[in-house]
C-alpha cells in the first residue's frame, strides 16, 4: 500500500509527561513524521525519567524543549511560540498530576505553561490519559478529566488491557498507531456528525459441510475504508462484516458474522435506526439447499457429489423496501458494462445510489475507481478516472453523501 500522508503540512507538539508509556511515545512520533507531520517534542522532568531527550530528538529531526527557561528563543518565550506555531498541542502520556494541573490551570513548569498559554480558537488540546485504573477511576481524577472537556480539551482513550504494574484494566495509553489514526480522524470535517450509518462489507460464506464452503475474493476493504472514513466525518458507524482479516477502524461497531443469512439477521432489523445503509458487502447469491451435519467423504464415492443451490435473501433490497428505510446506498460490481448494470440494479433495488465497480479489477487491491449513480446523473469517482487508495476514495464519498443527505 502507498504511504499516507494524512497529516502533511500538519505542524503537532507532542508533550510528554511522567510515565512508562513514554516508550509508546517514540513509536508515535515515528508515524506521525511518516503520515507527514512535522512534530515539535516538549518534555517534564518526569518524562526525562523515563525517556531520553536524546530519542526524541533524532527520532523528530528537531531538539527537544525541555525548558521555559530554554535561551535558544530569541524571544526566550518557548511557551508563547510553541502553541502559536502549532495545528495541535497533543499530551501522549498524560500522567494524573498533569491532568489534574491542566484542570486548575496551574502552570509552573513550559509544557503545562505552553498548554494554558495557547492560542485556544485555532490550537485544539488533545490529552491521551496514561495510568494505572485506580488513578484513572479515582474521582479526582473523573472531576479532572470532566473540567478538561468542558474546558475543550479532546480525550483519546484511555485503552483497557495489561499495565505496566501488574493489573489489567482502564488507564493504559492508547497504542501509537491508534493514536495516529485518532489525530487523523480529529483534522477530518465532521459532515457526518450524529448521523448514524449500518455498513456492510466483506463475503460471506456458504457453508456446504462442517469444513468447506462458497465465498469469493471481496476483501472487505473497501466496506471498512466506508465505515472509518463515516467515523472519521464523526457518524455513528455499525460495521456487519463477512469473513475477512481487517482491523475494525477506531470507534466502529462490528458485528462479525459468516453467511448471506446471518448478515440479513444482523442488518434487517436495525435497519431503521439508522439514517443510512452502505451495502458494500459481496454477498452470494446462493447457498446450499441442505448443509450437510458431517464432512462429506470422498471414501468409497466413485462419483462426485453435486449440489442443489437456494437463493439467498437480497439485504439490501430488504431493507430499502422496509416502510421506514434509511437512505440505501448499493454496490454494483461488475466485470463489463458497468453504467447499464448498476443503473438496473438501482432500479431493482429501488434504491438511491449505487455505486459502480470493476469487481475483478479491485478486489483484494488498496485502491479502486467507481462510478457515482443516481438515477438522472452517473459521475466517475475520481473525475479522472484513474485508480485511487480506497481511504481516499471512501472520504470524498463521504462528503458526496452528505452533500446528497442535506439535500433531502
Ligand atoms: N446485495 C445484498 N444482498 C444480496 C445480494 C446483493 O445486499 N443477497 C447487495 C450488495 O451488497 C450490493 C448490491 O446488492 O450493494 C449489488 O450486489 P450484486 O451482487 O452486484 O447484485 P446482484 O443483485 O446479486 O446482481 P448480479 O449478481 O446479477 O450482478
Redesign the pocket.
Known sequence: MSERTDLQGRHIVLGLTGGIACYKSAELVRLLTKAGATVQVVMTEAAEAFITAVTMQALSGRPVVTSQWDAREPNNMAHINLGREADAILIAPASADFMAKLATGRADELLSLMCLARPRERCPLLIAPAMNREMWSHPATLRNVATLRADGATLLGPGHGDQACGETGDGRMLEAQELCDDLVAFFQPKLLAGRKLLI?AGPTFEAIDPVRGITNHSSGKMGFALARAAQEAGAEVTLVAGPVHLPTPRGVRRLDVMS?QQMFDAVVPVAPQHEVFI???????WRPASLSAHKIKKEGKKVAPTFELTE??????AVAALPDAPYCV?????SENLLA?ARA?LL??RIPL?IGNLGPATFGRDDNSLLVVDAQTEHALPADGRATDKLTLARILMQELATRLAAR
Open positions: 456492510t448471506a451495502a458494500t458487502a459481496a454477498v452470494a447469491d439467498n435473501p437480497d439485504i439490501l433490497a448499493g454496490f454494483a460490481a461488475e448494470h440494479k431493482r433495488k449505487i
